[in-house]
């Protein structure tokens, strides 16, 4: 059952990465997408269900799992608000991505780390922040893909494709800097909630170890691009580059630190 | 039943001619008043517009008949514009309506107006009850056009070069409500894309020119307020859109004036308009901050011809949408003639089984009530059996516009009265 599931979701995100790229030339399509985005996502919850009932916890523990619940959270999002706030197009940028890390997550292996801690309320809500936080931080990345894009057209005077699917320039700048601004705000949640329960399992607070230096570092980038959004007055082009170079920071973080160095987030391939 | 148009169109005919044939509103008064004189007309509509006047016709009239009618009501020979008439019949007339009220048939293409003024031509027909039996088609029509804009892309994306001032604008700020403008120039371009911001809602309008009794009057029209060109580095500081449009032979905004217009708010979003020609602003303002985009009269007009090669791709989508419905019209159509049919001969059919019933009865009078319900309810099987495999064949022919023609030939067959005539069919049955 666990297979078909998984089966479904890839059948189902895959499937609404085409065709959401596809509605941008062919409105059409954008039901069928969203039809296959609906299959993807309803198989996952399946599966995080009956991974739940397996593991007899949250099914976040383990980066496998973790990676799993970020791309249910980024895709949930999309599908309850993503029509009324008028945003199809992200489909477009938004499935490919989460397509492909939802892939990267399949490499990894589901069995926790030894040593692994149970999961506790904290510890839940540890990881549901850094999700929320992070699938900001990936939206903020995408609206920012978007601008560029179709900065690029008008700054050309070239229109095609972008010039007339994608939201107005201000209507995207604006909602990267949202993002960025909730990202940031659960991600400083995310390093407050895993303090306390580094703590609570006995350890320090903080202990400078290599996932607490890079969860620091894109903390203190986007900390800096919220100000210079909304202190320094940082608009348009620079944002937009700044929030996919910040986004590698996050991916790095997600899957580089957490595979090469031991402690607490230690995944194994 | 017989649905034919006939007309002139934008197409093949001047406006020269265009102009002697269409129909006036005390023209079409007159016209749908003196409708009988078309004889075996069932409906009616005029569509007459500065690019078309177009004749929906329901029932079997000669087309001579309809040009006679015609070329009496606007009194010009028909020899004057018969040579650029289209006419087209059934499924074409249907298909023809739904390109006209789609927009994909207009000068403009995709335009909207088109539609609202086929709505209007029905309403006058119907206020003077001459639709008829072109009542469907014309709901068939509202629909392919309302399908046609909601569906496909034919009426988006601006054809002119005022609106898309407007809609580029758009593409960098989303709303225009709550942006403000700066028009420079009051000239004809400068009064046209004035016009064209007040109507999509921009929340604030300025205008500057030279002579300031021109601004003063554009401005009371659109209801901006008046900049003197003096103040231009301050207007151009106030405003999200700048449009120039003068016929300065020198620019009117030069680098240094809008650097230091800019100055501390290179980030924000500012869309500058240069429509003049020799140009008005300098390029390099352009490169004043990465926020800053700078179209000039070729650029909107690349805008502009982009749009129109979106709407010519959308073409081929409507039409697809339009023999879908054109497939629907004809299949409704055919439907509706074969129900007649089928009521006539059942109707037929059962007057002739009562007469017969009724006879044989009186010779029998010594049967009991059980018995004569049983000989009753015989005669009723063997007809209802009969009548049964023609009734499902006759159901199946509305579909297929080929066997129409068997709907007439069974009508002929068993002597059947008009649609809605039952009386007739009964008498003719008792006299069979």
């Given at each position: 059952?666990?297979?078909?599931?998984?089966?479904?979701?890839?059948?189902?995100?895959?499937?609404?990465?085409?065709?959401?790229?596809?509605?941008?030339?062919?409105?059409?399509?954008?039901?069928?997408?969203?039809?296959?985005?609906?299959?993807?996502?309803?198989?996952?919850?399946?599966?995080?269900?009956?991974?739940?009932?397996?593991?007899?916890?949250?099914?976040?523990?383990?980066?496998?799992?973790?990676?799993?619940?970020?791309?249910?959270?980024?895709?949930?999002?999309?599908?309850?608000?993503?029509?009324?706030?008028?945003?199809?197009?992200?489909?477009?940028?938004?499935?490919?991505?989460?397509?492909?890390?939802?892939?990267?997550?399949?490499?990894?292996?589901?069995?926790?780390?030894?040593?692994?801690?149970?999961?506790?309320?904290?510890?839940?809500?540890?990881?549901?922040?850094a999700a929320l936080g992070d699938v900001s931080f990936l939206l903020a990345s995408v609206f920012g893909i978007m601008y560029i894009e179709k900065e690029r057209e008008l700054k050309n005077k070239r229109v095609r494709l972008f010039y007339y699917q994608l939201p107005a320039l201000g209507d995207m700048d604006a909602w990267s800097g949202r993002f960025v601004a909730a990202g940031w705000g659960l991600f400083t949640a995310t390093l407050v909630t895993g303090a306390l329960w580094g703590h609570a399992t006995g350890s320090a607070y903080w202990m400078w170890n290599a996932k607490q230096i890079w969860s620091f570092m894109t903390w203190a980038i986007y900390g800096a691009l919220f100000v210079a959004r909304y202190v320094g007055k940082w608009h348009g082009h620079r944002l937009a580059t700044w929030s996919m170079i910040a986004f590698l920071v996050v991916l790095v973080n997600v899957f580089g630190v957490n595979l090469l160095f031991p402690g607490p987030h230690h995944a194994i391939l | 039943?017989?649905?034919?148009?006939?007309?002139?169109?934008?197409?093949?005919?001047?406006?020269?001619?265009?102009?002697?044939?269409?129909?006036?509103?005390?023209?079409?008064?007159?016209?749908?008043?003196?409708?009988?004189?078309?004889?075996?007309?069932?409906?009616?509509?005029?569509?007459?517009?500065?690019?078309?006047?177009?004749?929906?016709?329901?029932?079997?009239?000669?087309?001579?008949?309809?040009?006679?009618?015609?070329?009496?009501?606007?009194?010009?020979?028909?020899?004057?514009?018969?040579?650029?008439?289209?006419?087209?019949?059934?499924?074409?007339?249907?298909?023809?309506?739904?390109?006209?009220?789609?927009?994909?048939?207009?000068?403009?293409?995709?335009?909207?107006?088109?539609?609202?003024?086929?709505?209007?031509?029905?309403?006058?027909?119907?206020?003077?009850?001459?639709?008829?039996?072109?009542?469907?088609?014309?709901?068939?029509?509202?629909?392919?056009?309302?399908?046609?804009?909601?569906?496909?892309?034919?009426?988006?994306?601006?054809?002119?070069?005022?609106?898309?001032?407007?809609?580029?604008?758009?593409?960098?700020?989303?709303?225009?409500?709550?942006?403000?403008?700066?028009?420079?120039?009051?000239?004809?371009?400068?009064?046209?894309?004035?016009?064209?911001?007040?109507?999509?809602?921009?929340?604030?309008?300025?205008?500057?020119?030279?002579?300031?009794?021109?601004?003063?009057?554009?401005?009371?029209?659109?209801?901006?307020?008046?900049?003197?060109?003096?103040?231009?580095?301050?207007?151009?500081?106030?405003?999200?859109?700048i449009v120039s449009c003068t016929s300065s032979p020198e620019p009117i905004i030069s680098y240094a004036l809008a650097h230091e217009a800019l100055k501390g708010q290179a980030h924000k979003f500012r869309f500058f308009f240069d429509m003049a020609v020799p140009r008005d602003i300098d390029p390099r303002v352009a490169e004043i901050g990465q926020s800053i985009f700078l179209y000039d009269i070729d650029d909107v007009n690349h805008v502009v011809n982009a749009n129109l090669h979106k709407r010519q791709q959308e073409v081929q989508r409507v039409e697809r949408l339009i023999d879908d419905e054109v497939a629907q019209f004809q299949k409704e159509m055919g439907a509706s003639q074969v129900g007649p049919v089928i009521r006539s001969l059942r109707q037929k059919a059962e007057a002739i089984r009562q007469e017969e019933l009724e006879k044989a009865m009186n010779r029998l009078p010594n049967l009991s009530e059980e018995e004569r319900a049983v000989v009753a309810e015989t005669t009723r099987l063997i007809m209802?059996?009969?009548?049964?495999?023609?009734?499902?064949?006759?159901?199946?022919?509305?579909?297929?516009?080929?066997?129409?023609?068997?709907?007439?030939?069974?009508?002929?067959?068993?002597?059947?009265?008009?649609?809605?005539d039952a009386s007739r069919t009964q008498v003719d049955g008792g006299t069979a």
């Open positions: 059952m666990g297979a078909l599931f998984v089966a479904l979701t890839l059948v189902g995100y895959l499937g609404a990465a085409i065709l959401f790229v596809a509605q941008l030339y062919d409105l059409k399509q954008a039901k069928w997408a969203l039809l296959l985005g609906w299959v993807g996502f309803v198989s996952q919850s399946l599966w995080l269900i009956q991974r739940g009932i397996a593991l007899a916890q949250f099914p976040a523990a383990t980066l496998y799992d973790w990676v799993a619940f970020f791309v249910w959270v980024a895709v949930g999002l999309f599908l309850a608000f993503g029509r009324r706030l008028g945003m199809r197009p992200v489909g477009a940028f938004l499935f490919p991505v989460v397509f492909v890390v939802w892939l990267m997550s399949q490499g990894v292996s589901g069995n926790a780390a030894p040593g692994r801690h149970p999961m506790g309320v904290l510890l839940v809500l540890h990881v549901v922040v | 039943m017989k649905i034919q148009v006939v007309g002139i169109n934008h197409r093949d005919t001047p406006v020269a001619v265009r102009e002697r044939v269409a129909f006036g509103p005390e023209l079409l008064d007159k016209a749908y008043a003196s409708r009988d004189t078309m004889r075996h007309q069932d409906g009616i509509v005029i569509l007459s517009t500065c690019n078309r006047t177009e004749l929906y016709v329901a029932g079997d009239v000669p087309l001579g008949d309809i040009l006679a009618w015609w070329e009496r009501l606007v009194s010009v020979p028909r020899g004057e514009f018969s040579d650029a008439l289209f006419w087209y019949e059934d499924a074409q007339a249907a298909d023809h309506l739904m390109r006209v009220a789609s927009g994909i048939d207009s000068m403009v293409l995709g335009e909207t107006q088109i539609l609202g003024q086929v709505k209007d031509a029905y309403q006058l027909a119907q206020q003077h009850e001459a639709v008829g039996r072109l009542h469907r088609l014309f709901q068939y029509g509202f629909r392919a056009g309302k399908r046609a804009h909601s569906e496909t892309d034919i009426g988006r994306n601006a054809l002119s070069l005022g609106y898309a001032v407007v809609e580029l604008s758009r593409k960098v700020f989303g709303s225009v409500d709550d942006r403000s403008a700066l028009v420079i120039g009051a000239g004809e371009t400068g009064r046209l894309v004035s016009r064209h911001l007040a109507a999509q809602g921009i929340g604030q309008l300025a205008i500057a020119n030279r002579t300031l009794s021109r601004a003063q009057e554009l401005a009371s029209e659109v209801g901006g307020r008046v900049v003197k060109l003096h103040d231009l580095a301050e207007a151009v500081r106030e405003s999200d859109i209802n059996k009969f009548l049964n495999d023609a009734m499902v064949s006759m159901r199946s022919w509305g579909a297929d516009e080929q066997k129409h023609s068997y709907v007439d030939a069974i009508r002929e067959l068993f002597h059947l009265a008009e649609e809605g």
